[in-house]
């Protein structure tokens, strides 16, 4: 089977960076409208990763907004080696990952939600709470398929969650997966099939 | 190759990593194995609905939002800011709180004259020590020196009567006083009246005395003076309460009958109202002879003594400024005036 290759507007962005060292340089010097030129190409990309890994618009418009504000203050630190959109996303993950890990120390009710679902056992009353009518997250959920795959893609562990999302859903490739997380390339590879054999068997009538 | 090792390599499959016998492998084990070929269109479909989750958008006006943020000051500017820099809402508040202390300073002030008299007299504060006060018997007394401080914030109106009241006009008043008090209490204890033919008159005129007119603060008794007199000086304090004669006069009569013009002044005083402090002369006076009378003149009928005395003989004096007062206390001295040369005067 050959490989496939997942073409999205995020990859293209990733491999663009020789455009990005201009605006950066001009960001560095604090134009503001250079930043923002950035902003606007990479908004979609983040906003993806943290939609899809915290499960709610506002709170990851929040978090966008947040990574890049950290990513602007971090200009100066940037190295121009790497590509910027690997720095931007490394930054966007390790945010993700830490607003997740506040969230289990104090839990929510969608999370509540969650994990009674995992256990095969939602009660009424939570189902009611996690899934009232629909608002604007779920307006964007059209299809009652991506509906299910998200609810089910967030009761994953936030490990197995960071993997598939960059994967499926941002079309990383393994390599920039490692270098985001700090993962070995094998690692990777099974952390990875791990996570989608449990979506498969969640998603599995 | 069994369906664990199938199932292991879903993903290698899926994403085109394996190749060449293990890729051979695989794929005819899914073909013949029905689970295996069953697991893996569900795997496919997983992974191809995790595709199709794709991209999603923030809100119009991210971009500009997010520039905007970056571009706003630090938060220890805007919190300085919020502090200081709304100066419309802060001078107010501080007026308000200078207006308010003011007001503050102002009411105690007014409530507590203390405050005030502390501020007018600050020659009150004197040295802790004990004061000698002489006593009548000659017996120095020792006292606290703040007694006398009390005394005089209590006093303060008598002040300026006892300022000129010296020598026998004192003693007599004080026995007036004490006389007054006594048939007005009615108690029958006596205290020893003070000698009423005083051994030289404290109030002759300055002419006479050939000494300069003595202003009211040389009146003023010294500091040790006004302590040694203190015991005494409360009577008259007393009498000057009950009498109110604030204003003070020294008048000096020279008149060639003394005895005549002090019966004048004696009937005139009871028409008009006053009265006279000193009583009457053990024996007639005679026309040569000083004497000092003490007076109490209603002010409306201080006009009328003035004619009277010039009526009876040339009037020499001063009166002193004190405030108004319903009655006026004179220290009249009748001094003989000798017959000049005629054309003299």
């Known amino acids: ?205 | 190759m069994n369906c664990h090792d199938a199932t292991a390599r879903f993903s290698d499959l899926r994403d085109g990593h394996l190749s060449g016998d293990e890729l051979a492998e695989v794929e005819r084990h899914v073909t013949n194995c029905p689970v295996c070929r069953t697991e893996w269109v569900y795997f496919r479909e997983a992974v191809e609905a995790l595709h199709g989750l794709g991209s999603v958008e923030p809100s119009p006006g991210f971009a500009a939002r997010v520039r905007a943020k970056i571009e706003a000051p630090p938060w220890h500017r805007r919190l300085a800011r919020r502090l200081f820099i709304p100066w419309e809402i802060k001078l107010p508040l501080e007026a308000a709180a200078l207006v308010l202390v003011a007001i503050g300073i102002t009411v105690i002030y007014q409530r507590s004259p203390e405050m005030g008299q502390g501020v007018e007299r600050p020659q009150v504060s004197r040295p802790p020590a004990q004061i000698e006060t002489r006593q009548r018997d000659g017996t120095k007394l020792k006292r606290p020196a703040f007694r006398e401080e009390e005394r005089g914030a209590r006093q303060p109106q008598v002040t300026p009567l006892t300022k000129g009241v010296t020598g026998p006009l004192r003693d007599d008043a004080l026995g007036q006083a004490r006389t007054d008090q006594d048939q007005r209490s009615g108690s029958t204890v006596s205290e020893p009246t003070p000698p009423k033919e005083s051994p030289a008159p404290a109030l002759t005129s300055p002419r006479e005395a050939g000494q300069p007119t003595p202003p009211a603060a040389a009146l003023e008794a010294k500091p040790t003076e006004r302590l040694e007199s203190a015991d005494s000086a409360r009577p008259l304090s007393a009498l000057a309460r009950s009498a109110a004669p604030a204003p003070f006069r020294i008048i000096t009569l020279r008149t060639r009958d003394v005895a005549s013009a002090e019966d004048r002044i004696r009937a005139w005083i009871g028409l008009v109202g006053g009265r006279l402090l000193d009583p009457p002369a053990a024996s007639a006076p005679t026309p040569s002879e000083q004497r000092t009378l003490s007076l109490i003149v209603p002010v409306r009928a201080v006009p009328r003594l003035d004619a009277l005395l010039v009526e009876l003989g040339q009037l020499l004096g001063r009166e002193f400024d004190v405030p108004p007062s319903d009655e006026v206390l004179i220290s009249l001295t009748l001094s003989p005036k000798m017959a000049a040369p005629s054309g003299s005067e």
């Open chain 1, 1 to 205: 089977m050959k490989e496939e290759t997942l073409i999205t507007a995020q990859t293209r962005a990733v491999g663009q960076h020789d455009d990005d060292l201009a605006a950066i340089e001009r960001a560095s010097a604090g134009d503001g409208a250079a930043f923002e030129a950035l902003v606007r190409k990479y908004q979609g990309w983040v906003f993806t990763l943290a939609y899809r890994m915290l499960g709610d618009r506002a709170d990851a418009e929040e978090s966008a907004q947040e990574i890049f504000l950290k990513a602007y203050r971090a200009l100066p630190r940037f190295e121009r080696k790497s590509k910027f959109s690997t720095w931007l996303y490394s930054i966007a993950t390790n945010h993700c990952l830490n607003q997740l890990e506040s969230r289990r120390r104090r839990p929510r009710f969608q999370e509540i939600g969650g994990s009674e679902r995992a256990q095969g056992n939602p009660s009424p009353l939570v189902e009611a709470i996690v899934d009232p009518t629909p608002g604007p997250e779920q307006a964007l959920e059209q299809d009652d398929m991506r509906r299910l795959v998200q609810r089910h893609l967030f009761d994953l562990t936030p490990e197995h969650r960071t993997v598939l999302v960059l994967r499926d859903i941002q079309g990383l490739a393994y390599g920039e997966i490692g270098e985001l997380l700090g993962l070995a390339p094998g690692t990777v590879r099974s952390r990875l099939h791990r996570a989608r054999m449990e979506l498969k068997d969640r998603l599995k009538p």
